[in-house]
């Protein structure tokens, strides 16, 4: 179970304002993305989630409890894959279970063999390409248990092809173990392939511009990228982020 | 394999540095008193090994326990001032500043004040140690990514796991460095403080040998001393290989 409500949230940094009166949710094993203009505060926004920093006004709730300030309720993937480079990827990827003392390494293995990992469970990070290590930072954070998986724009510093890969690999991995995902990227088509729901944010302050519901079915195919009705989806959603700028 | 291609050359330069020293002394009749030919030296070396065996193993283990009382106390002290951040800025000018007085004039100070024990000794061992290692574990936590610790954050870690789990092993390969430095520096710190007054010791050794112009004998102390540092050293990086095995082979430090 998890479900997030963002009400009314708004922060400032040194009187200009990041976001203000920014209000929504994310509910049970859903797929949300977040789209907008970089420096529009959707990095600043997982921080007020993640409890690094506290709103100004606002509350945050997680499955009913208020999380502001509250670190350790998320489980996160950065942009970087940030993987200790003196871990094994196998310490690596249960690193999230083990900073709230819940380690399982049977899960980990097994996670990491429907990763297309194993045999790297006793290497370094060093010794794994980009999107290799990308995947590594995934399953770290499905492994934590944390319900809620927030992921800021994990795939943006990949090569297109490898991007192409990862974005396919994510999707069969979540159709599997449905978790609720907030997911940032400024890619469109990223967002249309894997979102139930699309937020577009606008800028300066941040507020929630659009909220589109995808009705593309699941399982996902990687055709339906190719679809007149993917066409239009695209077409809508750029016009969004387009007015504003 | 690149070791062996290129290991014989410092191994060719001391051979022949050696072989000029030796013919020389012997083609300009140099007296053994004001530089004794290597032969000399290593005969010496070899036929005086009851004399001066325990000046030798006195002086190990001073280092040893001077080495570990002081690189203790450094790397404890670098610790306290990472976690206060406030204490950090107070005192690491004067740690740098202080790197700065010569030990030797602090010797003899250090000796009236404590006397002629093993104390004064171990406490120039410690000072010699204390500031490589502290400064270097210091600017090793300092080395700490800011990805990971935005990611450990968000993750939910402490402050004592964030410690542990990142700035420790981070500060690790810098550690190590400051250990290197720290270990020649405390056989030289024994040496030091054995001349200032000790039963036994290199240092010792030394001086006596010096004041009856036995040369050839305080050659063989110079070469125990090199000895010590090296065999040191040694023990040291192979530590440092088996507690920092994620570096890729091949970008081993120096220094
Ligand atoms: N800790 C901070 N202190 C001051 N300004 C910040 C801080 N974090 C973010 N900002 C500012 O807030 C704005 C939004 O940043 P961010 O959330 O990273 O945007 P995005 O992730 O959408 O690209 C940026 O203009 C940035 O400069
Ligand atoms: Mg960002």
Redesign the pocket.
């Known amino acids: 179970m998890a479900d997030l409500s963002i009400i009314d949230v708004s922060k400032s940094?040194?009187g200009r304002h990041?976001l203000e009166n920014l209000s929504l949710s994310v509910s049970d094993a859903e797929f949300v993305s977040i789209v907008?203009p970089?420096?529009?505060?959707?990095?600043?926004?997982f921080h007020l989630i993640g409890g690094l920093l506290e709103p100004d006004s606002g509350d945050i709730y997680l499955d009913g409890k208020r999380v502001n300030g509250k670190r350790g309720a998320i489980s996160y993937m950065p942009q970087s894959p940030s993987l200790l480079p003196w871990r094994t990827v196998l310490e690596n990827v249960m690193l999230g279970g083990e900073l709230l003392g819940e380690k399982n390494r049977e899960e980990a293995i097994s996670m990491m063999a429907k990763a297309g990992l194993s045999g790297y469970e006793e290497a370094y990070p060093d010794q794994l390409s980009g999107g290799m290590k990308q995947r590594a930072a995934f399953i770290r954070s499905m492994l934590s248990p944390q319900p809620l998986m927030c992921l800021d724009e994990p795939f943006s510093a990949l090569d297109e092809f490898t991007r192409l890969d990862m974005q396919q690999w994510l999707l069969s991995m979540w159709e599997e173990h449905r978790r609720s995902i907030l997911f940032?990227t400024h890619n469109i088509e990223e967002a249309l392939f894997l979102s139930d729901r699309i937020i577009v944010l606008s800028s300066g302050p941040a507020q929630v511009k659009a909220d589109f519901t995808i009705p593309f079915p699941r399982p996902r195919k990687e055709s339906v990228v190719l679809s007149q009705d993917f066409l239009e989806w695209k077409k809508t959603i750029y016009q969004e982020l387009r007015v504003m700028t | 394999m690149k070791r062996i291609k290129t290991g014989w050359r410092p191994v060719a330069a001391i051979l022949l540095l050696l072989l000029v020293w030796e013919v020389a002394g012997r083609v300009a009749e140099i007296p053994s008193w004001l530089l004794p030919a290597p032969s000399q030296i290593w005969m010496e070396a070899v036929a005086g090994w009851e004399d001066y065996k325990l000046h030798l193993f006195s002086t190990i283990q001073l280092t040893l326990l001077g080495f570990l009382i002081g690189t203790s106390i450094g790397i404890a002290a670098a610790v306290c001032l990472h976690l206060l951040p406030k204490l950090r800025q107070t005192i690491y000018p004067l740690m740098i500043l202080s790197q700065n007085i010569p030990i030797i004039v602090l010797a003899p100070l250090l000796v009236i004040w404590f006397g002629f024990g093993i104390l004064p000794k171990l406490i120039i061992i410690t000072l010699v140690c204390f500031f490589p290692i502290a400064v270097a574990t210091l600017d090793g936590f300092r080395q700490t990514s800011p990805d990971l610790l935005h990611y450990l954050k968000m993750a939910g870690a402490d402050k004592r796991q964030i410690f542990w789990k990142l700035e420790w092993p981070t500060s690790l390969p810098s550690l190590f460095s400051g250990l290197k430095i720290s270990a020649t520096y405390s056989v030289m710190g024994a040496v030091i403080s054995e001349w200032l007054g000790a039963q036994q010791g290199i240092g010792v050794y030394m001086t006596l040998a010096s004041s009856s112009f036995r040369t050839d004998r305080v050659f063989v102390a110079i070469f125990f001393i090199m000895v010590l540092c090296l065999l040191f050293f040694i023990v040291i990086i192979t530590i440092e290989k088996r507690v920092i095995r994620w570096k890729k082979k091949g970008v081993e430090q120096h220094g």
């Open positions: 940094f040194s990041v907008g970089s420096g529009s505060g959707k990095s600043t926004l940032v």
